[in-house]
């Protein structure tokens, strides 16, 4: 059976809300000062994607869908509904195949989704490792059950879980080029024009 060639990207957001976005960046930067620095990386990957020229929406939390396109303009947007995160992840899911991002990878360009499009081409998954220990990007192009149950979200072990559980299924992803995050108040230093 064949796919069709280029894989839809589900971007995963959340609402610039202060006191609810970036939180961990709060005591550099505060919660208005975090929450403007969400919608700078919100907008930036957005940005990326839109230059991609892959099929996208945007999964969101923390607001409903007319605030994020009074925000971002008219754009595909479907919440994530509730659960952790790989429930989420799950439900974004179908059709494939489909590349996941969040949006806290500064360096993403266009590039990286396009490499990224290609290799999910010729692959059964695709996967970029961030320093941090999480991932900048999953592809899949078809389901693979049970890749994003029980994974320690949110820690250094993610890459390394999701990885297992791709191989467990029989899958070998094609390891993409590593990214950093912008997630904690020493990473703020690598981007100093995005925390003014």
């Known amino acids: 059976m064949s796919?069709?060639?280029e894989p839809r990207v589900a971007v995963f957001a959340r609402y610039p809300t202060p006191g609810r976005a970036k939180t961990r960046l709060i005591p550099a930067l505060g919660a208005a000062g975090s929450a403007a620095l969400h919608r700078q990386l919100v907008e930036r990957t957005l940005r990326a994607?839109?230059?991609?020229?892959?099929?996208?929406?945007?999964?969101?939390?923390?607001?409903?869908?007319?605030?994020?396109?009074?925000?971002?303009?008219?754009?595909?947007?479907?919440?994530?509904?509730?659960?952790?995160?790989?429930e989420r992840l799950a439900r974004a899911g179908p059709p494939y195949p489909t590349l996941f991002i969040g949006s806290d990878a500064p360096?993403?360009?266009?590039?990286?989704?396009?490499?990224?499009?290609?290799?999910?081409?010729?692959?059964?998954?695709?996967?970029?490792?961030?320093?941090?220990?999480?991932?900048w990007l999953l592809g899949l192009a078809r389901a693979v059950p049970g890749v994003?149950?029980?994974?320690?979200?949110?820690?250094?072990?993610?890459?390394?879980?999701t990885l297992a559980r791709l191989r467990t299924?029989?899958?070998?992803?094609?390891?993409?080029?590593?990214?950093?995050?912008?997630?904690?108040p020493q990473d703020l230093a690598r981007w100093p024009d995005l925390a003014r």
């Open 3 to 5: 796919r069709p060639s």
């Open 148 to 161: 994003f149950d029980g994974v320690d979200w949110g820690t250094d072990a993610v890459f390394a879980q």
């Open 107 to 135: 360096d993403l360009s266009p590039g990286h989704l396009s490499a990224a499009a290609a290799e999910l081409d010729r692959a059964p998954a695709v996967i970029g490792r961030a320093e941090d220990g999480g991932y």
């Open 49 to 86: 994607v839109k230059a991609s020229g892959l099929p996208f929406e945007l999964r969101t939390t923390g607001a409903d869908a007319v605030a994020f396109q009074d925000w971002l303009g008219t754009l595909s947007v479907v919440d994530q509904g509730d659960g952790d995160l790989g």
């Open 169 to 184: 299924a029989g899958i070998e992803p094609v390891l993409l080029s590593e990214l950093a995050d912008l997630d904690r």
